[in-house]
């Protein structure tokens, strides 16, 4: 179902929307060589109980799931992009490490992921990762009133093509607000001027990633985990975006966060 905020409803989704960015800055702080993802759980998981949040990941479901979900981030690594089951494991130098939060507040929610290299960090990754940023940005340019559907689709692909990585469309955005995820899907993949119109009161999250040499996913026994199937390093950068008379409002925006830059190149 796709239903329509009002100004004051996405000002709540807004409040969710700072809060989520507050967690995930602190994670992407606080991951550091050594420490272990079971710990990153742990300190989300405190800052959840101590805002009065809901986790929208705890017993979460889906038919493409192992589930229920008994974790309240996702943390992927490396080769893994979504829905990273976090485990014991301490993080190395120069991992690729994603966080992916969504939590509700007072019946509304926001969900948001970014990327980051723990340690030294190779060029390679920090491309890869820049891609996924400039495909947000320009992805989130397109979110306007009497644009379409397609148009934020065929942003995301057109950065991916400029970088020369592959795009898998079998996972993408997705519509929320009340629930984490709610109509329309958006996929990473598409054709300009194609499909739904967009109105003011649309809320989005809008979710690029990428895999350096293949659009093909596997997943772990565990059954979350999503893997780039042949190995190669990931990415994936998200924001909650509201249509708005003005244009696109992020509602994630982390105050440390500086949009990428469309006219640097790859």
């Known amino acids: 179902m796709i239903e329509l905020k009002t100004p004051a409803e996405i000002a709540r989704m807004h409040v969710a929307g700072r809060f989520v960015a507050e967690v995930l800055s602190e994670v992407s702080r606080v991951a550091a060589v050594g420490v272990n993802l079971l710990d990153l759980e742990h300190h989300a998981r405190a800052m959840i109980k101590e805002r009065g949040a809901e986790s929208c990941y705890w017993d979460y479901a889906p038919s493409f799931g192992n589930g229920p979900f008994r974790n309240v981030i996702c943390l992927s690594v490396n080769d893994a992009v979504l829905h990273g089951l976090p485990h ?66 065929a942003a995301i692909s057109a950065v991916a093509a400029g970088y020369g990585y592959p795009v898998n469309d079998e ?15 958006v996929s990473n993949k598409g054709r300009a001027g194609r499909g739904l119109k967009l109105r003011p009161g649309l809320t989005l999250a809008l979710e690029p990633w990428f895999a350096r040499t293949t659009d ?49 190149r790859p």
């Not at 409002?249 to 640097?264: N, Q, Y």
């Open 171 to 185: 996972f993408g955005g997705h519509g929320l607000g009340r629930t984490m995820h709610e109509g329309p899907h």
């Open 88 to 153: 014991d494991y301490a993080l190395r130098d120069g991992d690729v490490l994603s966080a992916d939060l969504a939590v509700g507040i007072d019946g509304w929610v926001a969900d948001s992921a970014c990327t980051v290299v723990v340690g030294t960090a190779a060029e390679e990754d920090l491309r890869l990762i820049r891609a996924t940023e400039e495909a947000l940005e320009a992805a989130i340019g397109m979110a306007r009133p009497g644009n379409r559907l397609g148009d934020i689709s």
């Open 216 to 264: 093909r996913i596997v997943y772990d026994p565990d059954g979350w985990t999503i893997r780039s199937a042949d190995g190669s390093r990931t990415a994936h950068s998200e924001h909650t975006v509201a249509i708005t008379e003005d244009g696109p409002l992020v509602l994630t925006r982390r105050e440390s966060e500086r949009p990428a830059d469309p006219t640097v």
